[in-house]
């Protein structure tokens, strides 16, 4: 059985820095893109950075310059480093992946809550 298992969330003041990780563990045979997700309350979940299992990435416009997106593939591991936080980030990210388990499919993890305080 797949899973993804998010880290890193937490409570940080404007201006302050997080780092996010996304462990995928199982019987796992290939995975392709790896995405990080947010819902703010009242929101709906968007996009917030992919990364393809080549490497190149893709960001949303609110977070360009701010986030960058990495992957070890050895360690099925996606990460979210987060600068030069704002309130507006406030929301539950959440891991994504595309791989190959019994059949291709996304998966997604639990959710890890980030708070930015003003």
């Known amino acids: 059985q797949v899973q993804l298992v998010e880290s890193g969330g937490g409570l940080v003041q404007t201006g302050g820095s997080l780092t996010l990780s996304c462990a995928a563990s199982?019987?796992?045979?290939?995975?392709?893109?790896m995405n990080w997700y947010r819902q703010a309350p009242g929101k709906l979940r968007e996009l917030v950075a992919g990364i393809t299992s080549g490497g190149t990435t893709k960001y949303a416009d609110s977070v360009q310059g701010r986030f960058t997106i990495s992957r070890d593939n050895a360690k099925n591991t996606v990460y979210l480093q987060m600068n030069s936080l704002k309130p507006e980030d406030t929301a539950v990210y959440y891991c994504?992946?595309?791989?190959?388990?019994?059949?291709?499919?996304?998966?997604w993890g639990q959710g890890t809550q980030v708070t930015v305080s003003s």
């Open positions: 994504n992946a595309n791989l190959a388990g019994v059949t291709w499919r996304n998966y």
């Open positions: 199982g019987s796992i045979f290939s995975i392709n893109d």
